[in-house]
Nanobody
Framework: QVQLRESGGGLVQAGGSLRLSCAASGSISMINTMGWYRQIPGKQRDLVAA???????NYADFVKGRFTISRDNAKNTVYLQMESLKPEDTAVYYC?????????????WGQGTQVTVSS
């Protein structure tokens, strides 16, 4: 059984910073791509940033230059450093990992963490 646990969300003023973390635990052989998504109520879940096992990164246009994704393979953890936050960044942020266990390769999701940016 694999679980993803997120932390680091909260309330911040516009222009501020937050760092999200997501740690995976369980019977993990290897983690391929790690990513962060966000969702506003009533809207679809959008990719924010992703990082491959070779540390190639991909960012949504709306966060380029402000957010940085990184990973620590020894800790099975992915981070999202968010700078220059805007009110429109307010959303529930979800981490996602493509994980190989002894039995299969599957996508796993965290429970979500709320980020609220006040103007």
């Amino acid at each position: 059984q694999v679980q993803l646990r997120e932390s680091g969300g909260g309330l911040v003023q516009a222009g501020g910073s937050l760092r999200l973390s997501c740690a995976a635990s369980g019977s993990i052989s290897m983690i391929n791509t790690m990513g962060w998504y966000r969702q506003i109520p009533g809207k679809q879940r959008d990719l924010v940033a992703a990082i491959t096992s070779t540390e190639s990164t991909n960012y949504a246009d709306f966060v380029k230059g402000r957010f940085t994704i990184s990973r620590d393979n020894a800790k099975n953890t992915v981070y999202l450093q968010m700078e220059s936050l805007k009110p429109e960044d307010t959303a529930v942020y979800y981490c996602n990992m493509n994980i190989r266990t002894l039995w299969r390769i599957s996508d796993y999701w965290g429970q979500g963490t709320q980020v609220t940016v006040s103007s």
